[in-house]
């Protein structure tokens, strides 16, 4: 069955840490690749997407994620956290020819000040 | 806010009714996606709808129906309600005819909770 796997249910980063979450896929053929970004009361918004081309992908507010096919992953990264990142993460994947996004369940990320 | 809106945001019922939530996308989009979120399924998709007419389907169970109306907002209807139907439903919008590339707005969602 397709499937996307979050490693880390939940993890706690003081703020200025480095942050990684990882993703994997469990998909043949060529997937498209989403992070999406849940802040406490709001909400779900994308982070970045990946389709093609430069497999390291810039989105909003400092993240980046990289797509390494060998391995069926796309980790988002940060080099450094705010207490303001605090949130639930989502990675999601869907086949260039699929119907429907297949998510994540999701990492809860808390930043202490 | 994303411009899709989501009516009600909170719904008590009791088993075997049946309820209807309501969603609205960003103007301009043509696309209606609906998911349910729970504990320990995760964010599932259910269906999705384009410019009024279904284009694919998810893990949705046969109790449960939706539609798209000429003014695109759309409705998902659970009816015969279950105990394990208690979840938050969000619908998502975009302005592409594939969730392969199209990206996906989110409401707020509606907590359906079921007594």
């Known amino acids: 069955a397709q499937s996307v796997s979050q490693h880390n249910h939940h993890v706690i980063l003081s703020e200025a840490a480095s942050l990684e979450l990882g993703c994997n896929y469990s998909?043949?053929?060529?997937?498209?690749l989403f992070w999406y970004v849940q802040y406490p009361g709001q909400h779900l918004q994308l982070l970045l997407k990946?389709?093609?081309?430069?497999?390291l992908v810039k989105g909003i507010k400092g993240f980046e994620a990289e797509f390494i096919k060998s391995k069926f992953s796309f980790n988002l990264r940060k080099p450094s956290v705010q207490w303001s990142d605090t949130a639930e993460y989502f990675c999601a994947a869907v086949r260039r020819s699929g119907y429907a996004l297949n998510f994540g369940k999701g990492t809860s990320l808390l930043v202490t000040p | 806010d994303s411009g899709v809106t989501q009516t009600p945001k909170h719904l008590i019922t009791a088993t075997g009714q049946r309820v209807t939530l309501r969603c609205s996308p960003r103007?301009?989009?043509?696309?209606v996606y609906w998911y349910q979120q729970s504990l320990d399924q995760g964010l599932q998709f259910l269906i999705h709808?384009?410019?009024?007419?279904?284009?694919a389907k998810g893990n949705i169970l046969e109790r449960f129906s939706a539609q798209q109306f000429p003014d695109l907002h759309s409705e998902l209807n659970l009816s015969s309600l279950e105990l394990g139907d208690s979840a938050l439903y969000f619908c998502?919008?975009?302005?592409?005819?594939?969730?392969?590339?199209?990206?996906?707005?989110f409401g707020p969602g509606t907590r359906l909770t079921v007594l």
């Open positions: 103007s301009g989009d043509l696309s």
């Open positions: 990946y389709f093609s081309g430069d497999p």
């Open positions: 709808y384009y410019n009024g007419e279904e284009r």
């Open positions: 998909y043949g053929g060529t997937v498209n």
């Open positions: 998502a919008s975009g302005s592409g005819t594939s969730p392969s590339t199209d990206t996906q707005y």
